[in-house]
Structure formats: C-alpha cells, structure tokens
C-alpha cells in the first residue's frame, strides 16, 4: 500500500525558510514523478514543483522558481521541498503527490493518484 507521509511544516516570518519532508513508503523510487502542490480555502490546487525520479529532472511554478528547490533521495525514498525566502503568500496546506510510471512530468493535478493528506505552511509578514 502506497503511503507519503509529509513532514516540515509550521509557521516561519516572512523571509524565512523551511524544509518540507514527503516519506514514501509501499514502493522504492524507481521512475514515478514527485510532486508538491499547495492549496489556500476557495483556491484550486497548484503544481508548486515536480521532480522525475528517474533522471532529476526538476519543474517549478513560476512564483517559486529561484526560491523553492525540490529534490529526492533514493536510498531514503524521500522527497524534499526546500523553501526559502518565504512570502506570505506561500500560505497554504502543502500535499505530496506521484505518478508512477513516468518521467515526463506534468504539474497538473489530475496527472496524479497517490496524495498524502498534507501538512500546513503559515508565513506571517
């Protein structure tokens, strides 16, 4: 049973940084692409960053790129979201997401099947 588990969260001041964590658990890293999106109440989901694992091969949303960093760990099956320069506007529950069986990855949720249930991300000004 496939599992991701997040981790990292919390409430940072504007400026700040924090390190997201996505355990993965019921399968090894192989070729899937990872994902993170976010998602603020009223607001539909969005594809923050994704990563195949199978060749590293990141993407980021344009309000992210320069600050965010997503990479994987394969001996560890983990994926991370490392934030910096944080904005109040990176608010939001964050989710982990894969597609497994893929390297040509896509930021759109439908694309996706397995979720973890997410963890929240509070940057006061």
């Known amino acids: 049973q496939v599992q991701l588990v997040e981790s990292g969260g919390g409430s940072v001041q504007a400026g700040g940084s924090l390190r997201l964590s996505c355990a993965a658990s019921?399968?090894?890293?192989?070729?899937?692409?990872m994902a993170w999106f976010r998602q603020v109440p009223g607001k539909e989901r969005e594809g923050v960053a994704v990563?195949?694992?199978?060749?590293?091969?990141?993407d980021y949303d344009r309000s992210v790129e320069g600050r965010f960093t997503i990479s994987r760990d394969m001996t560890k099956n983990t994926v991370y979201l490392q934030m910096n320069e944080l904005k109040p506007e990176d608010s939001a529950i964050y989710y982990c997401?894969?597609?497994?069986?893929?390297?040509?990855?896509?930021?759109?949720?439908?694309?996706?099947?397995?979720w973890g249930s997410g963890i929240q991300v509070t940057v006061s000004s």
């Open positions: 997401a894969r597609e497994p069986g893929s390297a040509f990855c896509s930021r759109s949720q439908q694309d996706f099947k397995e």
């Open positions: 019921g399968f090894r890293f192989e070729r899937e692409c």
């Open positions: 990563i195949a694992t199978s060749t590293n091969w990141p």
